[in-house]
């Protein structure tokens, strides 16, 4: 019985270790190994000794076939990805018709105290600066000037003052009048628009930014619904004009090579043997087998 079972027992043990071996020597030694200044064979292991290689193969292997900008185009811009920005911007929304913070509260959970007041300020300056320069037009005082002075006529038109005849006399001064009332005017506006401009755009602008976030969105369902068609629309906008610079940007071969190359031996083989722990253990198994059975191959061969 024990020279039956020898032969494959001693083939499986066999092809066990020579398999564990040589998945051993894929990642060790790390180094080349001398002795008396001779090169030992197959020092370092494979996957040190060809780190460089493997990592220039890998990297053009991800950009060429799994991140180029075909298969990058087709995953961003599916109806699957399209769905689920639409369905974020929804969420989003449906949030805020349900938030009670203001909308400064609500700014400050992406921006510092100093970048909100920054924006206040600068916003309240470019809108009393644009308000201001339209209401120094010289056609602003003359548009004033002249709905009053029709306002007037109108109304004396229609008093028993006009009836008198008193609207002849105002009619008559109204040219007159218009011109004077607009000049002075346009004189009250370039000197105290700025100011007056000034301090409402800063009360409206306060009253904005105190505004609870839900009153904001209330009654705007619509602008919600052109929010999401414009935001889709960007969005493809940006995949298909943009993607290729920024593929060309990135670079993604040279930075999987320069990771991989940067990467140590022992953290590299850490990730190959727990992503494929079961299939590297299954060689080794497999070794043992094919052991087994050529030597029940061999016992069989010599005893007969």
Known sequence: MIEYLSGPVMGAVIGYITNDIAIRMLFRPRQPKYIFGWHVPFTPGIIPKEKNRIAGAIGNSISENLMNREVLERTLL???MIAKIRQAVD????????NDETVEQFALHYLTDSEVEALRNNATTEVSKLITLKLQD???GAGIAHAATQHVLEKTHHSMAGRLGADKLVGALSTPVEKLLAKHINEVLRSQSGDMVSRLVK???????GMPMRQLMAGHEE???QAKDGIVSVYRT????RL???LEA???SAIVEQRICEMDMEEAEGIIMQVMHKELRAIVWLGALLGCIMGTVMTIINFN
Not at 203 to 209: A, F, I, Q, R, Y
Not at 238 to 241: A, F, G, L, R
């Open 244 to 246: 290729p610079r920024i």
């Open 238 to 241: 940006v995949i298909y004009e």
């Open 78 to 80: 599916s109806d699957d």
């Open 138 to 140: 010289s056609a602003v």
């Open 203 to 209: 009360d409206e602008g306060d009253k904005l930014l």
């Open 223 to 225: 602008q919600v619904e």
């Open 91 to 98: 969420d989003f929304a449906n949030a805020q018709m349900h």
């Open 250 to 252: 990135i670079d993604i």
